[in-house]
């Protein structure tokens, strides 16, 4: 394998013996080459039957995916990645708590390693999580096809549960990848459907072995859609992505009083959805106040008994605070906090919170960053540094070894949408800037 840097090219270009055609296109500068000058290029079109092939377990109306962790469709996803890793040769190692890694066992030390996620919320798109992981078995066949070795084994991890839409906390898999939460905790924890993890891991046949705590990888890259309007409003193609902003995940579950509809004066009430209602717009008004990257959802609300007659006995819901300053974060908290106990005084509800998940926000390695960022515009694109709003597993990676992540444009700024949408052309490159960074990873020495 030969490695081109601006030097190298002039030279060549000097030297009208070896000249290339290739060397002539100004975006392959600075770039992984194979031993016949040929840039190294992946099939975009293998990536994107996967990424279809993928897509036809458990689509949903509007051609996205309805694949929660650990579900039947799951599993189903899950089998033909494996599939396709063995037909790659990799060796795959199944986890205790169900995370996939696919490895070729080429050169030596810790691996560089990539991946995502392959479960959806319940109307995901087609690319969330998808793309990180099939673009990374992308790179490794283009290096197989095309004859050339990496000095450090190539791996591919799908985490386990990286939504946290079944069950909490997000990036679940990854978490327990690096020891941030214990297996026994992890595999204790219920879906939002009742079953335990660890149940549904076994009856799914995902229960794996490979224990946790995982030797740290030599560095992690992930590509991902952005799910954002950003790169595309600044009509900027890539990001080079800096960190992740803090998130706070929190349950309320409110407790009133049962009554009847018609008879009951409102005076006398002790309804639990008002309390909800006000709640809800509290963090909306909270996160227009401070502004900034100040963010807050409501997306879940569930109330019983849940009829039109009846002043509900119960209600819960779920916030989602986030923010690039924990500063900030701990600060919107705190208010939230003391209006639930406010507004629950008032209406004669009482209130309970459950975390379900706390992340302080993450900074990405400089170096990884960097790296990124060189490869993008060496290969002609535009890319600007922004930190992502999203989680991802490359958040929890980030804690055992160099890591950035590197974001394509999303469509109108649509994810966790049927619609989600990023042009086969974005991903193609988007797996190229992947391929190339993988490698420099694989030659960087971190220590
Ligand atoms: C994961 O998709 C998240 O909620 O950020
Ligand atoms: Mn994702
Ligand atoms: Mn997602």
């Keep these: 394998m030969n490695r081109l840097t601006?030097?190298?090219?002039?030279?060549?270009?000097?030297?009208s013996t070896i000249i290339s055609p290739f060397l002539l296109i100004p975006d392959t500068s600075c770039c992984f080459y194979t031993d016949t000058m040929s840039p190294l290029r992946i099939d975009g079109q293998r990536l994107m039957s996967r990424i279809m092939d993928l897509a036809e377990i458990s689509p949903i109306e509007g051609g996205g995916n309805c694949r929660l962790a650990l579900t039947d469709e799951d599993k189903a996803g899950r089998d033909l990645v494996v599939t396709w890793m063995k037909d790659l040769g990799l060796s795959v190692s199944i986890d205790v708590v169900g995370n996939i890694i696919g490895t070729w066992n080429v050169g030596h030390g810790a691996p560089v390693m990539t991946g995502s996620h392959i479960d959806t919320v319940r109307t995901g798109g087609k690319y969330d999580g998808n793309l990180g992981v099939l673009a990374g078995l992308e790179v490794i066949e283009t290096l197989q096809q095309a004859g050339v070795t990496p000095q450090r084994p190539f791996a591919v991890g799908v985490f386990t549960d990286e939504e946290g839409a079944r069950f909490a906390p997000d990036m679940l898999g990854s978490l327990v990848f690096v020891g941030g939460l214990s297996v026994e905790e992890a595999l204790d924890i219920n879906a939002i459907d009742g079953p335990r993890l660890g149940d549904e891991l076994t009856r799914i046949g995902y229960a794996g072995n490979t224990p946790c705590p995982q030797t740290p990888p030599h560095a992690f890259v992930e590509l991902h859609i952005e799910q954002g309007p950003i790169l595309e409003a600044n009509n900027v193609r890539f990001g080079a992505v800096t960190g992740v902003q803090g998130i706070s995940w929190q349950e309320l579950t409110i407790v009133g009083q049962s009554n009847h509809a018609g008879t009951t004066p409102m005076?006398?009430?002790?309804?639990?959805?008002?309390?909800?209602?006000?709640?809800?717009k509290f963090l909306h008004d909270l996160a227009l106040r401070f502004g900034g990257n100040q963010i807050c959802t409501v997306g879940k609300i569930d109330v019983h008994p849940n009829l039109i007659n009846v002043v509900a006995a119960r209600a819960t819901m779920t916030l989602d605070v986030r923010n690039t300053d924990e500063m900030v974060l701990r600060q919107a908290e705190q208010e939230i906090a003391s209006f639930i106990a406010e507004v629950a005084l008032r209406e004669g509800v009482t209130t309970t919170v459950r975390t379900l998940a706390r992340f302080e926000p993450v900074q990405f390695d400089q170096r990884v960053i960097d790296i990124v960022h060189r490869h993008t515009t060496d290969l002609g694109h535009t890319v600007q540094y922004m930190p992502s709003g999203a989680g991802h597993d490359a958040q929890m990676l980030a804690r055992v070894c160099p890591t950035a992540m590197i974001f394509t444009q999303s469509k109108d700024g649509l994810s966790h949408n049927a619609a989600e949408y990023t042009s086969p052309e974005d991903l193609e490159a988007g797996s190229n800037i992947l391929l190339q960074t993988m490698l420099t990873l694989a030659e960087t020495d971190f220590s």
């Excluded at 601006?6 to 030297?15: F, G, L, N, P, T």
């Excluded at 005076?267 to 809800?280: F, I, Q, W």
Aim: a negative charge.
């Design 6 to 15: 601006s030097e190298d090219i002039s030279s060549v270009i000097r030297d």
């Design 267 to 280: 005076r006398l009430r002790k309804d639990p959805v008002v309390v909800v209602a006000e709640v809800a």
